[in-house]
């Protein structure tokens, strides 16, 4: 299971961090995505680390601004952003891929275990 948290309403230009707390012992194979969903608009991704947080990417719409880690000894994974825009309001939700152990990917089929999403408010 995944939960996240740390959503909330910042004014343009402001940060946020996020976080995606799992349970089980085996997180620490997992990738980790962050995906986000505007409404009216299709669920997309924002970036992801791979298993041991030696590998990550971002969509070239964050890229710069928000940043990925992990701490397998707590079993969470963050999203710090930066300079937010409102365009960056959405639903954020993490995703994990228990094959982290064997790829690393971007696409949203992949990713079998999700938390149910923490709002992002960004005010112009």
């Known amino acids: 299971q995944l939960e996240e948290s740390g959503g909330g309403l910042v004014q343009a230009g402001g940060s946020l961090r996020l976080s995606c707390a799992a349970s089980g012992r085996t997180f620490f194979t997992y990738a980790v995505a962050w995906f986000r969903q505007a409404p009216g608009k299709e669920r997309e991704f924002v970036g992801a680390?791979?298993?041991?947080?030696?590998?990550?990417y971002y969509a070239d719409s964050v890229k710069g601004r928000f940043t990925i880690s992990r701490d397998n000894a707590k079993t969470t994974v963050y999203l710090q952003m930066n300079s937010l825009k409102p365009e960056d309001a959405a639903v954020y939700y993490c995703?994990?891929?228990?094959?982290?152990?064997?790829?690393?990917?971007?696409?949203?089929?992949?990713?079998?275990?999700w938390g149910q999403g923490t709002q992002v408010t960004v005010s112009s």
């Open positions: 995703a994990a891929d228990p094959r982290g152990l064997v790829r690393f990917t971007t696409t949203i089929r992949d990713y079998d275990v």
């Open positions: 680390i791979s298993w041991n947080g030696g590998t990550t």
